[in-house]
């Protein structure tokens, strides 16, 4: 988030599992209380590792440990408009293909903290890195089915998740499930957290508005989205470029995206053509909602 901003140099002008609510723990000891399993990618503004709950029976974890300047910085930009943290957000989904949060809270050192169900399988990253075809053959479709069910979810919740991308999708190992995680750049679905100004994200999935300072709403997500579901089935991004850093955002709406037909001529038409439309670089033209392209793939019975 930092990187990419400092990059552009500018500043800015489903039916769900029922959960119990969990407040907030204060001054956790991590080290004494989990033991490490561990370590996973780090995220932007965290680190993450799988741990023993010792507390509680020893079950299996994920902990999420804030960046404390990190966060702050993000936070920053929002003073005064009484933004709820990550933990108060997650701690809200509640729904099958979301990751549950069962506490969050501060540590013994001051570092915000997040303990959640540990899903032991694949990131989409990792699927789409390894290009693991003969894994993912005919599993595709009710995976994007799940991907859509948990980002609808969010967005009734009256969220925008605006970190949409595979690292941000966790699977079970037969892909039989699949999770979305990660609420730190979320904000609430309301005009102040929706003005022109927050350019955050991952770059590569990031809509056209976000990466113009543009305001936003929840089509950024669905822009998104599209960009994760296009990848998952064609293992290439619709932008044939070379850079990977926040330079490569700027060709979202400077030049059409690559048919995902021409990578997969014999998928569903129906399915290739939700895809393409959910990621228009003119929110105006782009699918509105989650709920509209869950409608569009309704009648899709074969996976890409």
Known sequence: MGIFDKLFNKKPGGSGDAGKVVKASKSVDIEGR????????????????????????NRVVGVKLCDTDKVEFFESRFKGLNKPSEGDIAIQ???SNIVKTLEYGTSSKGQ????????????????????????????????????AEALAYVHRKEFIHRDICPRNYMATKDLGTVK???????????????????????PLYMSPEIVRRRSTDKRVDIFSFAVTCYHLITFDLPWQISD?????????????????????????KNLAQAIMGAMHANPDMRTPDVDTFLR???????SP
Do not use: C, W
């Open 34 to 57: 989990f033991e490490r399993l561990r370590s996973a990618i780090s995220g932007t503004m965290s680190n993450f590792f799988v741990a023993k709950d010792r507390q509680n029976e």
């Open 296 to 302: 569009q793939i309704r009648n899709v019975k074969e």
């Open 112 to 147: 915000l903290f997040i303990v959640m169900e540990y899903i032991d399988g694949p990131g989409l990253n990792q699927l789409i890195h390894e290009r693991q075809e003969e894994q993912l053959a005919g599993k595709r479709l009710e995976m994007i089915r799940q991907m």
């Open 180 to 202: 979305l995680i990660d609420f730190g750049l979320t904000l609430p679905a309301t005009k102040a957290f929706m003005a022109p100004g927050n350019r955050t994200g991952t």
């Open 244 to 268: 990977t850093s926040g330079r490569a955002a700027l060709h979202h709406d400077t030049s059409p995206p690559r048919d995902i037909l021409e990578h997969r001529p014999q998928m569903d």
């Open 93 to 95: 989904m509640q729904h």
